[in-house]
């Protein structure tokens, strides 16, 4: 199977191209040259798809790139739109015209959903984004489905929670790491008690390589999660404890905006099709924390 990792160079894209390589033909593309095998560069302003999809051919193109950061979203939500519904947009549209036997696989965000009303959240709840990053990752999902059900486009779009592990350099573990060093006291925003459902990277790389082998390119979003909800107070004092650092954690008791207040994803699509997460909270920051001490 021939693949096109779009965003090779980012925390998920490198992770799931240094996977599936093993086993595929693995072509990586990414703004910034690198010296890696099968790479090809593109121009950030003026991405070029039609010509990868034209000379790559794949089989499938995985698209891991785009912003990742509601705060940014909501400073300059136009180029958020840019980067998480135009440009795929345009994959959709070079796809169509040029490779049109490619599946595409959309890694979108449980940002859709913003608060769910009902948990475990699963796929057929209503969108209810709060940011304009998750409003953005929906219109992508919309385009998906569009060019599916009108062009035949195969495509399935991943609705991925709070996804961490060695290599992420930013969110809440990395800003823990950062700010707790040597301090008495580690301030949070928030209470402590808002959830997340996190799904340590090589647990989430193993879900798209199950995606890779279904049949759900329909236009259809999948959560892909531990579908396991932890409190963030429990989250943090789990990877202080494996950093042997003890500081006394407060929160502000003031939310982010654009942040939701609870999270946990129903995730029998996934097990359906044989995934089983292997880490939990605790073994997924134990390998956090071993990373994070080789850190400067």
Partial sequence: MRVLVIGSGGFIGSHVADTLEATCDVVRADIFPSDAKDFVCYDKDNPD????????????????????????????????????????????????????????????????????????????????????????KYYAELACREYFEQFGVRSVSLRIFSAYGPGLRKQLFWDVYGRARGQEVLELFGTGGETRDFIFIDDLVSCIALILQSDVFDGRAVNVASGVSVPIEQAVTT????????????????????????????????????FEPKYDIVSGLRKVAVWLKEQN
């Fill in 49 to 136: 798809y039609a010509h990868l999809l034209r000379s790559i051919a794949p089989d499938v193109c995985i698209n891991c790139s785009g912003a990742a950061s509601v705060p940014a979203s909501l400073s300059d939500p136009q180029h958020d739109y840019l980067l998480n519904a135009r440009r795929v947009i345009e994959m959709l549209e070079a796809i169509r015209v040029n490779s049109p036997g490619t599946r595409f696989v959309h890694l979108s965000s449980a940002a859709v959903y913003g608060n769910p009303a009902v948990m475990p959240v699963t796929e057929a709840a209503p969108a209810a984004p709060v940011s304009p990053y998750g409003w953005h």
């Fill in 239 to 274: 990877l202080l404890a494996h950093l042997d650092w003890h500081p006394k954690l407060a929160f502000s008791g003031s939310a982010r905006q654009g942040d939701p207040m609870q999270w946990q994803a129903d995730i029998s699509s996934l097990t359906k099709l044989g």
